[in-house]
């Protein structure tokens, strides 16, 4: 049973960066597709950021493309999110989670049930 473990959130000020991690265990990383999440209070969980089991390719949402880098490293069972230019609506707690299906070719996986294995999540609050 593959298990997550995210670090890294905190409180930030808008405009500074932030580096989630994700720490994989129980499984080889390189058989997962990888998706990072976020839940503000009050709202549903949205899809922020993916990557393959490869690491290529990447996507992420409308709302953090541009300010944000999805990373993984496969030998260290570890994935990331760099966020960068962040500002108050980004703040949420944000969630790692792994698919363990073969991939569509061509297909985005940005919808939470694709996933199976979630992280108890890290929280990132930006002031303004």
């Known amino acids: 049973q593959v298990q997550l473990v995210e670090s890294g959130g905190g409180l930030v000020q808008a405009g500074g960066s932030l580096k989630l991690s994700c720490a994989v265990s129980?499984?080889?990383?390189?058989?997962?597709?990888i998706g990072w999440f976020r839940q503000a209070p009050g709202k549903e969980r949205e899809f922020v950021a993916a990557?393959?089991?490869?690491?290529?390719?990447?996507y992420s949402a409308d709302s953090v493309t541009g300010r944000s880098t999805i990373s993984r490293d496969n030998a260290n069972n570890a994935v990331y999110l760099q966020m960068n230019s962040l500002k108050p609506e980004d703040t949420a707690v944000y969630y790692c989670a792994a698919r363990r299906r073969a991939d569509v070719p061509g297909y985005r996986y940005r919808t939470s049930t694709e996933y199976g294995y979630w992280g108890q999540g890290t929280q990132v609050t930006v002031s303004s």
């Open positions: 129980g499984g080889a990383l390189s058989t997962y597709t």
């Open positions: 990557a393959s089991r490869s690491g290529t390719p990447t």
